[in-house]
C-alpha cells in the first residue's frame, strides 16, 4: 500500500508564508509527476502546481511567482513554498503523485494526500 502524508497547513496573515510537504510511503518502485492540488468551499478541486521527475514544474497563472514546487527524490517528497498569500488561497491543498505500481509491464497509479488545511486572513 501506498499512502501520501501531507504537513504544514495552518492558519496566516496575508501576505505572510506556509510550506507544504507531502511524504510517499509504502511500495514504491519510482514516481512520475508530484502535484498539489487545492479546493476551496463550493468549488471545484483545481491545479496548483506540478513537477516531473526530471525536474519541469509548472503553475496555475494564481500563483506564479507566487508559489514554487519543489521535490526531494531520495526522500519520495515534495514541497510547496507558498509566499505572498492571498485570502483567495485558503482552500484545503492535497498532494497527488504518480507512482510506478510495477516494472514489467510499466505501470503507474494515482494516489492522493488526505489533504491540509490554509487559510488566509485578510
Known amino acids: 500500500q501506498v499512502q501520501l502524508v501531507e504537513s504544514g497547513g495552518g492558519l496566516v496573515q496575508a501576505g505572510g508564508s506556509l510550506r507544504l510537504s507531502c511524504a510517499a510511503s509504502g511500495i514504491i518502485l519510482g514516481i512520475n509527476t508530484m502535484g498539489w492540488y487545492r479546493q476551496a468551499p463550493g468549488k471545484q478541486r483545481e491545479l496548483v502546481a506540478l513537477?516531473?521527475?526530471?525536474?519541469?514544474?509548472n503553475y496555475a497563472d494564481s500563483v506564479k511567482g507566487r508559489f514554487t514546487i519543489s521535490r526531494d527524490n531520495a526522500k519520495n517528497t515534495v514541497y510547496l513554498q507558498m509566499n505572498n498569500l492571498k485570502p483567495e488561497d485558503t482552500a484545503v491543498y492535497y498532494c497527488n503523485a504518480q507512482i510506478v505500481v510495477r516494472m514489467i509491464p510499466m505501470r503507474s497509479d494515482d494516489y492522493w494526500g488526505q489533504g491540509t488545511q490554509v487559510t488566509v486572513s485578510s
Open positions: 513537477i516531473t521527475n526530471g525536474g519541469s514544474t
